[in-house]
């Protein structure tokens, strides 16, 4: 802008002194030039703020993310130890917790196969609890499925799943199956009930 007004006259004019009033004349060369600079200025700055604007909401979702993954291991974290919790509390007579729950399935996989299909004892006594149990696992497992923790936290917390399953569990599963079908429905299973069966089989799906 210092230079505009000898630039714009150099070559029309010897001087300013036929331009007429300096002042008009520098004013009226700067003044679209400034205006000019001034609007470029104007418009940078606002596309510099749009992009800072952008950057602080890209921050805060990044936030946000970090904050529900978080909320997300602990829940599933609280999930788990309330289930660990039930597992260990589980007793009988003379057993508790794993042992307790291997002695129960024993029993019932060494039943006879048409008990299978007994559903009132999932609802009293030690198969009742036991039934409770392994349902409370199957919703872990599916809210760990459902949830959005990285791959490494859910392979984390299925291998200690499954160490349970394993270990106490499944072994019963195909113990003493019947050779011949059974009298109820004509399929080859053993005396664990039916359902408690589906609730364990939904749960290694979920593994």
């Known amino acids: 802008m210092l230079l505009a007004p000898a630039f714009l006259t150099f070559g029309a004019f010897s001087s300013f002194k036929t331009t007429g009033q300096i002042g008009d004349t520098i004013g009226g060369i700067t003044a679209p030039i400034s205006s000019l600079v001034g609007s470029i200025l104007v418009f940078l700055a606002l596309k510099g703020q749009v992009l800072a604007n952008q950057i602080t909401q890209q921050q805060i979702r990044e936030q946000q993310q970090e904050e529900m993954r978080k909320k997300e291991i602990v829940y599933i974290s609280d999930l788990y130890k309330y289930f660990i919790d039930h597992f260990n509390a589980f007793q009988t007579k003379y057993y508790n917790g794993h042992r307790a729950m291997m002695k129960v399935l024993k029993s019932l996989a060494d039943s006879e196969s048409k008990d299978a299909h007994d ?89």
């Open 119 to 207: 559903d009132s004892r999932l609802y009293y006594g030690t198969t009742g609890q036991l039934f409770s149990i392994l349902q409370l696992g199957t919703l872990f497992l599916d809210q760990l499925h459902k949830s959005g923790l990285e791959k490494d936290d859910k392979s984390y917390f299925k291998r200690l799943m499954r160490h349970h399953y394993d270990s106490f569990i499944l072994p019963y599963l195909t113990r003493n199956e019947s050779a011949a079908p059974c009298p109820r429905c004509g399929e080859k299973h053993n005396g664990i009930p039916l359902k408690m069966h589906a609730v364990i089989n939904e749960a290694l799906i979920l593994m």
